[in-house]
């Protein structure tokens, strides 16, 4: 049985965000977001978005992570990430360099997890992809809604079914 998100207005929430080289194995990205789960001791029904590059948007990896949890893929424009920049724990100039912003998968679940959201998992790496972890305080209705991220979301919960 697949975990579900929480219902809107609930509050605590967890964001994953996920970075991947191109054609990075769904399975890899899969298992480097559980890892990173398990060793917050976090439920999987608390993770309510998978978050990460616009460039990735199609990247089956990210898909995947979004259909094992049944939530949204949310993707944002490397200009939103950076502004994330001051609230990274690991900003990286390599990764500037590849993707005009400063990191990816703690820049996406911040950025998704709103201006109260907080890593609770600095970005961890495996040999393609990055995982970090926000956790957000507002209601989901809020966060989903918001303008001033211009995220892109898709539902990867459906496009398997």
Known sequence: MRAKAPSPGTGRFLVLGLGCERG????EVLDLAREALFRLG????RVAFVATLDARAEEPAMHAVAYHFS???V????ARLETETPRLANPSDIVFAHTGCHGVAEAAALAQAGAGGRLVVE???SAHATVAIA???Q???VISSRGDSAPSHSDS????A
């Open 135 to 137: 956790e957000s305080f």
């Open 123 to 125: 970005k961890t790496k």
């Open 75 to 78: 993707t944002f424009p490397a």
């Open 139 to 141: 209601p989901l209705a």
């Open 42 to 45: 976090a439920a999987s029904p």
């Open 24 to 27: 990075a194995s769904p399975a």
């Open 157 to 160: 919960s459906r496009e398997h």
């Open 71 to 73: 939530v949204p893929l």
